[in-house]
T-cell receptor
Framework: GQNIDQPTEMTATEGAIVQINCTYQTSGFNGLFWYQQHAGEAPTFLSYNVLDGLEEKGRFSSFLSRSKGYSYLLLKELQMKDSASYLCAPLTGPDKLIFGTGTRLQVFP | AAGVIQSPRHLIKEKRETATLKCYPIPRHDTVYWYQQGPGQDPQFLISFYEKMQSDKGSIPDRFSAQQFSDYHSELNMSSLELGDSALYFC??????????FGQGTRLTVV
C-alpha cells in the first residue's frame, strides 16, 4: 500500500523560515516531488529529489532520505503569497505520481 | 511555452448523465495523468498513460474510463454520474519521469 504523511496545517510569519516534513511508505519509489497549490488552482511544481540530499532552488529547498522514507521542504524568507497547500508526491512507479494530503501553510504579517 | 490544456473548464451535469473531459498534454510529453480533487481534499490519482498505453490505475471507479489517442490527447469518460463525482479534475503531463505539469482543471458539478 501507499502511505504519505504530512502535517495538516502550519502557520508562520513573514520573513521566517518554515520546514514542512513528509514521510512516506510506498511499494515503489522513483523520486519525490513537492508541489504548491493555491485554493481552486492547479498544483505547480516546486522541486524534485531522486537521490539523497538537499536540492536548493532560490527560497525553496528540498531534502530526501530514501532509507528513512523522509523528505522536507524548506521555505525561507516567507512571503504572504506563500500561503498555500504544499503537497508531497512520491513517484511510486514509472507513471504513478501519488499526492499526500497536503500541508496548508498560512503566512501572517 | 505551451501548457497542458483541459476542456471544458466548467461542466454541469445531472445525475446519471455522462461527461467527457479532454486533455491536451504538452507537446512531446510521453506521460499523461488524471486526478480527481474533491473540496478540501488532496488530488487522488485516477489513471495514467505512457506513450498512449494505459500504464497505471488508481482509485478510478468502474463507471469511469479513459484513453489516449494517436495525437496524444486524452479523454476521461464518466458515466452514470453521481453527486459525489462533483470535483475538480486535473490532467497533468510529464516527460521521461520528470516533473508533471498540470492543466487548469475541469470543475464538474453534478446536480
Amino acid at each position: 500500500g501507499q502511505n504519505i504523511d504530512q502535517p495538516t496545517e502550519m502557520t508562520a510569519t513573514e520573513g521566517a523560515i518554515v520546514q514542512i516534513n513528509c514521510t512516506y511508505q510506498t511499494s515503489g519509489f522513483n523520486g519525490l516531488f513537492w508541489y504548491q497549490q493555491h485554493a481552486g488552482e492547479a498544483p505547480t511544481f516546486l522541486s524534485y529529489n531522486v537521490l539523497d540530499g538537499l536540492e536548493e532552488k532560490g527560497r525553496f529547498s528540498s531534502f530526501l532520505s530514501r532509507s528513512k522514507g523522509y523528505s522536507y521542504l524548506l521555505l525561507k524568507e516567507l512571503q504572504m503569497k506563500d500561503s498555500a497547500s504544499y503537497l508531497c508526491a512520491p513517484l511510486t512507479g514509472p507513471d504513478k505520481l501519488i499526492f499526500g494530503t497536503g500541508t496548508r501553510l498560512q503566512v501572517f504579517p | 511555452a505551451a501548457g497542458v490544456i483541459q476542456s471544458p473548464r466548467h461542466l454541469i451535469k445531472e445525475k446519471r448523465e455522462t461527461a467527457t473531459l479532454k486533455c491536451y498534454p504538452i507537446p512531446r510529453h510521453d506521460t499523461v495523468y488524471w486526478y480527481q480533487q474533491g473540496p478540501g481534499q488532496d488530488p487522488q490519482f485516477l489513471i495514467s498513460f505512457y506513450e498512449k498505453m494505459q500504464s497505471d490505475k488508481g482509485s478510478i471507479p468502474d463507471r469511469f474510463s479513459a484513453q489516449q489517442f494517436s495525437d496524444y490527447h486524452s479523454e476521461l469518460n464518466m458515466s452514470s454520474l453521481e453527486l459525489g463525482d462533483s470535483a475538480l479534475y486535473f490532467c497533468a503531463s510529464s516527460s521521461q519521469g520528470r516533473e508533471a505539469f498540470f492543466g487548469q482543471g475541469t470543475r464538474l458539478t453534478v446536480v
